[in-house]
């Protein structure tokens, strides 16, 4: 995942993220049934399910560790993000002077390292579960592509929220 694309998802939110934290350890492989669509079978969505629920709060913390490093390099989270996006997508219209470059160039080093160290542990996390980063992001963009598939993970999401409560 690449730094600008992660920063961004964490900043704009766990879009669906939202229901209760649970950590569990699954040592067992996913065997990666996909139909002819290249969707996720119902045991690789209940797998996705629990590494949603275990990646939750390393994201949530992700996402508090970056804003601090954003603020501790002088920067507001908003003025960085501002200035990210126009990087991204070329756009010279926006007025950085040589000190807030500095700045924004020494919060961009910080979040390199966190977002390394992070991204550590999710594979890591990932992998004990029987999944892969990649296919983990692909069944991501599947879910946020697709309505049906969303409120059917969000459905999942609930249920396994109410059933530790």
């Given at each position: 995942?690449?730094?600008?694309?992660?920063?961004?998802?964490?900043?704009?939110?766990?879009?669906?993220?939202?229901?209760?934290?649970?950590?569990?350890?699954?040592?067992?492989?996913?065997?990666?049934?996909?139909?002819?669509?290249?969707?996720?079978?119902?045991?690789?969505?209940?797998?996705?399910?629990?590494?949603?629920?275990?990646?939750?709060?390393?994201?949530?913390?992700?996402q508090q560790q970056m804003i601090a490093a954003v603020e501790d390099a002088g920067m507001t989270p908003q003025r960085f993000t501002e200035i990210?996006?126009?990087?991204?997508?070329?756009?010279?219209?926006?007025?950085?002077?040589?000190?807030?470059?500095?700045?924004y160039e020494s919060a961009e080093t910080a979040l390199n390292g966190i977002q390394d160290e992070i991204q550590a542990e999710m594979e890591k996390a990932l992998e004990e579960m029987g999944f892969s980063m990649e296919r983990y992001e692909e069944i991501m963009m599947m879910v946020n592509m697709d309505e049906e598939l969303l409120e059917k993970v969000q459905g999942m999401l609930m249920e396994a929220s109410e059933m530790e409560e």
């Amino acid at each position: 995942m690449s730094f600008k694309l992660f920063f961004s998802v964490l900043l704009s939110g766990m879009v669906f993220f939202t229901f209760g934290c649970q950590q569990q350890e699954n040592n067992q492989s996913v065997e990666t049934e996909i139909n002819e669509t290249g969707e996720p079978s119902e045991e690789e969505l209940r797998k996705f399910v629990q590494a949603v629920q275990l990646l939750q709060p390393m994201g949530m913390m992700a996402q508090q560790q970056m804003i601090a490093a954003v603020e501790d390099a002088g920067m507001t989270p908003q003025r960085f993000t501002e200035i990210m996006n126009a990087k991204q997508m070329g756009d010279d219209s926006i007025e950085v002077s040589p000190s807030e470059q500095e700045l924004y160039e020494s919060a961009e080093t910080a979040l390199n390292g966190i977002q390394d160290e992070i991204q550590a542990e999710m594979e890591k996390a990932l992998e004990e579960m029987g999944f892969s980063m990649e296919r983990y992001e692909e069944i991501m963009m599947m879910v946020n592509m697709d309505e049906e598939l969303l409120e059917k993970v969000q459905g999942m999401l609930m249920e396994a929220s109410e059933m530790e409560e």
